[in-house]
T-cell receptor
Framework: AQSVTQLDSQVPVFEEAPVELRCNYS??????LFWYVQYPNQGLQLLLK??????LVKGINGFEAEFNKSQTSFHLRKPSVHISDTAEYFC??????????FGQGTTLQVKP | GAVVSQHPSWVICKSGTSVKIECRSL??????MFWYRQFPKQSLMLMAT?????????EQGVEKDKFLINHASLTLSTLTVTSAHPEDSSFYIC???????????FGPGTRLTVL
């Protein structure tokens, strides 16, 4: 069975500082990996995804993530965060069927 | 592109009544849609997979007679919460899978409050 672990439930960071949100997954088959962001009382917005090809994936709002097969990780990074990046971030894995398995979520709190 | 809408965005109903939530893919056809439930400060829990023209596939522990799903067209899926009770109060989110990109796009969610 697949699973996703987001190692940090909350990540406080000052504005303009870099940030990394960690995600590890377990799966016995090839997977697709995703990061979604959720603002309060809203649905999820796709930040970026890894389906195949280059292991460094660039997404919207200046975020990027690197797929590391040997470490089964897909950590999300941004070199300089803004107050507006404060939100809940979800890592997810899916098989070819399309069913998504989500991590527990990480709350990014950007402080001025 | 890849916009998914949900209606209503919020609903308050009395215990024992039924509530229908619509999920539409606005600019693409989705043979597969998904319904999730999210409790406060928690992750999304997949309830069921909705396939156009066939019966939905429910996750373990989800009552199919209570959460009726209909996927009548390639752009519309509906979730009906039957005989709602206060414990059904939650945030319900749908997603639609784009066959061209193998990616799920999410609706804005529906806040259900059962009094």
């Amino acid at each position: 069975a697949q699973s996703v672990t987001q190692l940090d439930s909350q990540v406080p960071v000052f504005e303009e500082a870099p940030v990394e949100l960690r995600c590890n997954y377990s799966s016995s088959v090839s997977v697709y990996l995703f990061w979604y962001v959720q603002y309060p009382n809203q649905g999820l917005q796709l930040l970026l995804k890894y389906l195949s090809g280059s292991t460094l994936v660039k997404g919207i709002n200046g975020f990027e993530a690197e797929f590391n097969k040997s470490q089964t990780s897909f950590h999300l990074r941004k070199p300089s965060v803004h107050i507006s990046d404060t939100a809940e971030y979800f890592c997810a894995v899916s098989e070819i069927t399309g069913k998504l398995i989500f991590g527990q979520g990480t709350t990014l709190q950007v402080k001025p | 592109g890849a916009v998914v809408s949900q209606h209503p965005s919020w609903v308050i109903c009395k215990s024992g009544t039924s509530v229908k939530i619509e999920c539409r893919s606005l600019d693409f056809q989705a043979t597969t849609m998904f319904w999730y439930r999210q409790f406060p400060k928690q992750s999304l829990m997949l309830m069921a997979t909705s396939n156009e023209g066939s019966k939905a596939t429910y996750e373990q522990g989800v009552e199919k007679d209570k959460f009726l799903i209909n996927h009548a067209s390639l752009t519309l899926s509906t979730l009906t919460v039957t005989s709602a009770h206060p414990e059904d109060s939650s945030f319900y989110i749908c997603s639609a899978r784009s066959p061209n990109t193998d990616t799920q796009y999410f609706g804005p969610g529906t806040r259900l409050t059962v009094l």
